[in-house]
């Protein structure tokens, strides 16, 4: 009776420790691994196993940022088990990580959070991060940009106006500078987001032209542009042209 009480305070419950087999993951890779449950000091009813992929972003208040948490998938694991006391059970699992969950650049985190429900118990939990890296295509994309004399300057995840996001509250944009080549004295910055899929990449870029000292265009964001395009495989070749052709064309 002691040890139940104890359990449902979360003293001798059952743990759980996720255990992947790799923390390093492209957008759209499988992402593999079992979780281990410990029974505790005595025998515990699981109701739900599952496991959460979570992300960062930030948001803006008042001219001051804070992080804010979002839950990018859930997944439930198991069905209701029981665990006896010391028991070790040990849960496979493979998922496929989404191609629209953000990168892990710049002050983006993303991780693992496994939880427990234990009916009238302290609920375990545990958590492993994450590094991910960009689709391909993105790489492309930033590869062109790069031989157009731009750098990326910051990668930032924040909290979006529902115009320009889509299942989540925030968009991650991508800034560059331009360093080098015909753009460095004609525009401050480009500005990218990217809506992932499996074989296509869809961009919303922002084109930021230098005011050349009319401060009112600024302020009426006339010295802006935007442009939505999308590019495959098959483009891969003439994007950096592409890229060229738009920018020339509103800068």
Known sequence: MLNKMLSSIGIGAA???????????TVGEELAGKIVVQGGKTEQ?????????????EVEKDD????????IEKYQLSEA???????????PF???LPYDVPITQGRTRAWIQTGLDIKNAVDPQDQDYIDINPHPLVVEFLQAVNQLGFRLREVECKKAPAAIRKRFPFVQEFEFKPI????????DELEAIFY????Q??????????ARGLGIFEALGLDESFVRFTYDHADVPSLSGQLLSLIRQHS
């Open 15 to 25: 743990k759980v420790d996720t255990q992947l087999y790799k923390t390093s993951y």
């Open 45 to 57: 009813q699981i109701d739900r196993l599952y496991l959460s992929l979570m992300a960062t972003y």
């Open 64 to 71: 001051h940022k804070y992080t804010q948490k979002a839950e």
């Open 81 to 91: 088990f029981l665990i006896q006391p010391n028991e070790v059970k040990e849960i």
């Open 94 to 96: 493979t998922f496929l």
């Open 180 to 187: 080098s080549g015909e753009f460095r004295s004609k525009l």
């Open 196 to 199: 992932v899929s499996r074989d």
């Open 201 to 210: 990449i869809e961009v919303l870029l922002q084109i930021d032209r230098r």
